[in-house]
């Protein structure tokens, strides 16, 4: 579960703040600072003073009011449609200091109408350097651009915390293509949060530049710690490793090798992003579900890992009937670090002695809750930083559905935790990542829709049908507050906005 520490949200949000330029001055520095050459580690200062030009910006669509478009039966999608295409080739080279090289070649597809004069990218790496770390973390990551290449000619490039920003000469053309190859070191922080080495075993989340995705406008924020600050479309990636000694390698492709290895070549077509841990010390437990393979791995028993094996077949097996088939042929559950969802792979903490608890902070929550985002977040998409309750609150309605159809629980014990909450929080879901500041992110994002939704359907198989048909009708596609209002309103055949504006921000 993502703890939302509102304090620590604070200072981040402040340290994430870009620097643009506002005077001619600076502007007239930019320039000639371009006309140098790329910004690296070493010009950092000169960086500072400069910042990131300004660029479009994607708008959020507005909210319509009012009664459903149409009957369910005929109701016409109308996702978000990403703008830009990112295919990914990465290679990883790992030395016997665990030092990472990479070469990461992006090619990048305007697929807009616009015209562009730069590429922007998440770099997240850069957001845990001993400059740029949110305070929570001890230990830094020490990253280092050696170079980027636009179609194949050495580029300039600013980065500034985790957006990393080419410049283009020449602009960027609707229906044209561009290659983007970008060379670094990444040593990965101990004990990090999500890219992280805990006891050798090396988590790899969000550790290559993330193309930006594009609607009229870049659509790029700050980092934030809490939550996600981060948004991707599907991509499809080619990814190479080369290790100094074997390590059990678990990742978002479905060819993940079944043994340790030193090198190995991974393959993972339209999903969001690419995931991979390399451990060292877990064992690792597998059964398959139908077609697909499940795999536990963590340092516990291995009565404890083939516990939960059975748990997680179970939830994989129970949301693949009710929602849609599991997308991919092979799904990783490592049961050694935070919860968090990755396309074919989650992680959750360890289990307690004995499995007893499962409760709602409970690690059997973690494992439903870190599955159903397979479905939403892995197979319908959705933008964490303004729409973040549509993942969230679905999932978590997701894994209370679960508890009362598969495991039995009354609907009064499996909802008494969110009542709880939802009764203490006085924030709307619908507002962006930042605006959590004075607390209510679980609240509004994570209890409240599960209650609202259960109001609405009031059974089990009543809320299924709804949520299969979500995630039949959006499946790979974007969808933002405005479209999710739209389809509920159509499905439920809701004359107007109450429902809606008791818990939602329609600003
Ligand atoms: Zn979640």
Redesign the pocket.
């Known amino acids: ?2 703890k939302v520490m509102m304090f620590l949200l604070a200072i981040t949000l402040i340290s994430a703040c870009s620097h643009t330029p506002n005077t001619l001055q600076e502007k007239k520095e930019l320039k000639a600072h371009l006309g140098k050459g790329h910004v690296s580690k070493e010009t950092s200062v000169e960086k500072k003073i400069v910042g990131i030009p300004e660029y479009p910006k994607a708008a959020q669509r507005k909210i319509v009011k009012g009664g459903p478009d149409d009957s369910i039966s005929n109701f016409r999608p109308d996702p978000i449609q990403n703008e830009n295409k990112a295919t990914y080739k990465l290679d990883l080279t790992m030395d016997s200091e665990e030092k990472f090289t990479v070469t990461a070649e992006v090619k990048v597809e305007n697929i807009s109408k616009d015209e562009w004069n730069e590429i922007v990218f998440y770099f997240i790496p850069n957001a845990f350097t001993e400059e740029n770390k949110p305070e929570s973390l001890k230990n830094a990551a020490e990253v280092s651009i050696s170079s980027i290449e636009l179609d194949g000619e050495k580029a300039d490039y600013l980065l500034d915390h985790d957006t990393l920003y080419l410049p283009l000469e020449e602009s960027f053309k609707p229906g044209e293509e561009r290659s983007v190859t970008v060379r670094y070191t990444l040593t990965v922080p101990e004990f990090g949060f999500r890219l992280s080495n805990n006891f050798n075993n090396i988590y790899l989340a969000e550790w290559y530049p993330m193309l930006a995705t594009y609607h009229s406008g870049w659509r790029k924020e700050d980092y934030i710690v809490s939550g996600e600050s981060y948004f991707t479309d599907y991509s499809d990636f080619k990814v190479k490793y080369s290790l100094p000694e074997e390590y059990m390698v678990l990742s978002t492709a479905d060819n993940d090798p079944a043994n340790p290895s030193a090198s190995g070549e991974l393959e993972s077509q339209n999903v969001k992003e690419f995931y991979m841990a390399l451990t060292k010390n877990m064992e690792v437990v597998q059964q398959t579900a139908g077609d697909v393979e499940v795999r536990v791995a963590g340092v516990a028993s291995t009565e404890s890992l083939k516990q939960i094996l059975d748990k997680s077949v179970n939830v994989l097996n129970y949301f693949s009937a009710k929602l849609s088939p599991y997308p991919q042929k092979q799904i990783d559950i490592i049961t050694d670090e935070g ?3 990755y396309p074919g792979i989650v992680t959750i903490g360890p289990f307690n002695e004995g499995h007893k608890d499962e409760g709602r902070g409970s690690q059997y929550f973690a494992l439903i ?2 599955i159903a ?1 397979q479905w939403f ?1 892995g197979t319908v998409n959705n933008d964490p930083y303004y729409d973040v309750f549509i ?2 609150g679905l ?2 309605f997701a894994t209370y559905l679960f508890l009362i159809g598969h495991d039995k629980k009354t609907p009064e014990e499996t909802f008494a935790f969110a009542e709880q909450h939802a009764a203490r929080t006085t924030a709307l879901a619908h507002l962006p990542l930042h605006e959590y500041l004075n607390g209510g992110f679980m609240g509004a994002n ?1 209890e409240i829709p599960p209650l609202k939704l259960w109001e609405l359907t009031g059974g089990e198989k009543e809320a299924f049908d709804y949520l299969s048909k979500y995630v039949e009708l959006y499946s790979y596609q974007e969808v933002d507050t405005a479209e999710w209002i739209r389809f509920t309103k159509s499905y439920f055949k809701l004359n107007d906005d109450q429902f809606f504006q008791e818990w939602i921000s329609y600003e």
């Open positions: 579960m993502k919860g968090m969802e809750h870190e985002h977040y993942d969230e999932t978590n994570y």
